[in-house]
């Protein structure tokens, strides 16, 4: 772990917010290449469970809402973790979070476990006299409950359908740790998928399968994956079942994305609190009732840390190291680095022109300092998968050399092809 977070500090992948003050506990900024690399992730995971189906709707919710949907959804009276102090060392835990009854960090003895609500409080308001206190959403899904009524008057979608949503969420993290796993202001992937009561099996193991398969897909390794599944004294007070996909990070095994049954608790509540009939009339059955929720949530954040954590790779090449994210293309921030062999006789005129033509389809970067063999270095280390070289022989006959990360091979391509060879292998077929 200490060698990705001084890599990604090093080559503007991720870094702490506000450094130059000190920075600030469970926070942390995407630079350059972490910005792409966030950005493709959220896109890929876009296209595969919005765009290329047509049971799954879309949308983009503010993220204050009225202080009742907390009310309703139970976060005000049951979203609370269990806190202790070490009456020795003063540092603060979450209960179910340490072992035994010594502090985890110098064995003092703890305090008797409190309450505490780990959401982020606000204000909304002119004035401190008319403002009203409200919260940061601490998740997405709440805005989905609240729109339901509103998407299916729309939009004229049918059950079984799906609302996917992206975006910010806050919790006052106690102990934020490990990276960008555990944060304070982290991004989520959720989609609520409505069905009927009767079906709510069926459609749980179908997402069991969908989820499971997109994480193969974007190149996490299997073995570092597995199901674990929530006994029922330990679910949520929404859920019926719930299972998470984990992977094995370098200080163990954590959660990537959950899946729950939350039943008809969400609907019925914010119906109830709202007064608002939230039921839906399903033409195909004659009957109206209150749908089943199936959620699968991702955590965004968690999920770039896992495709680091997979790609990262060390080895020693021609007697040096070479230090690699072995990302899969479609995901990689940078898909091709352009460089002229060298930068006099025309070269670099050649290399920067094709640069341009390229950037056009997909990210490209143009490097003309160093020795060749550098410029590839630092281009295995933040996972770009092709690199490209202008020599003497292009002048001649248009063509160029293509270097595969991985194997560090080279195949010779005209230049009019090669954004088509790049292209298939970034895009193909899901």
């Not at 959804?73 to 035994?100: N, Q």
């Not at 010594?102 to 003092?108: E, I, L, S, Y």
């Not at 401190?128 to 509103?150: G, H, M, N, W």
Request: hydrophobic fraction near 35%; glycine fraction near 6%.
């Amino acid at each position: 772990m200490e060698k990705l977070v001084n890599l990604c500090k090093r080559r503007g992948i991720i870094f702490q917010s506000s450094e130059i003050y000190g920075g600030i506990n469970g926070f942390w900024d995407y630079g350059p290449l972490g910005v792409e690399l966030k950005k493709n992730l959220k896109d890929d995971w876009w296209y595969v469970f919005v765009q290329s189906r047509d049971d799954i709707v879309g949308l983009d919710a503010s993220i204050i809402m009225h202080p009742e949907t907390w009310v309703a959804s139970g976060h005000v009276e049951a979203f609370h973790d269990m806190l202790v102090d070490c009456k020795s060392c003063k540092k603060r835990f979450r209960e179910d979070h340490i072992e035994g009854n010594r502090c985890p960090d110098c064995g003092g003895e703890l305090t008797e476990p409190r309450a505490f609500n780990s959401m982020l409080k606000t204000r909304v308001g002119v004035s401190d006299d008319t403002a009203i206190d409200t919260y940061l959403r601490p998740e997405t899904c709440q805005s989905i409950f609240v729109d339901f009524k509103q998407i299916c008057g729309s939009y004229r979608v049918k059950i079984p359908f799906g609302i996917a949503q992206m975006g910010k969420s806050f919790r006052n993290e106690v102990n934020p740790r490990n990276f960008i796993f555990r944060s304070r202001e982290f991004e989520q992937m959720e989609i609520e998928f409505f069905c009927h009561e009767t079906e709510e099996d069926y459609w749980f193991e179908r997402w069991q399968e969908y989820i499971w398969q997109w994480y193969l897909d974007i190149g996490i390794r299997e073995s570092k994956l597995r199901w674990y599944e929530h006994p029922k004294e330990q679910l949520a007070h929404y859920s019926k079942r719930t299972v998470d996909i984990e992977y094995e990070f370098p200080f163990g095994w954590g959660e990537l994305q959950g899946l729950a049954n939350r039943g008809k608790f969400d609907l019925s509540q914010h119906s109830k609190h709202s007064g608002k009939d939230l039921s839906y009339f399903d033409a195909d059955r004659n009957e109206r009732y209150i749908p089943t929720v199936i959620e699968p949530s991702a955590g965004v954040d968690r999920t770039i840390l896992a495709i680091l954590c997979d790609a990262y790779d060390e080895e020693i090449v021609e007697g040096e190291l070479r230090i690699v994210l072995r990302l899969h293309p479609r995901i990689a921030p940078i898909k091709a680095g352009v460089f002229p062999l060298v930068k006099k006789h025309g070269l670099a005129e050649i290399a920067m022109d094709l640069e341009k033509k390229l950037r056009k389809k997909f990210m490209t970067f143009y490097d003309d300092s160093g020795a060749i063999g550098r410029r590839y270095r630092r281009m295995d280390e933040i996972g770009t998968p092709f690199c490209i070289t202008v020599d003497f022989q292009t002048k001649e006959d248009g063509t160029v050399t293509i270097r595969d990360r991985d194997t560090m091979s080279q195949i010779r391509l005209p230049m009019n092809e090669v954004a088509g060879y790049i292209q298939s292998k970034i895009t193909h077929e899901r």
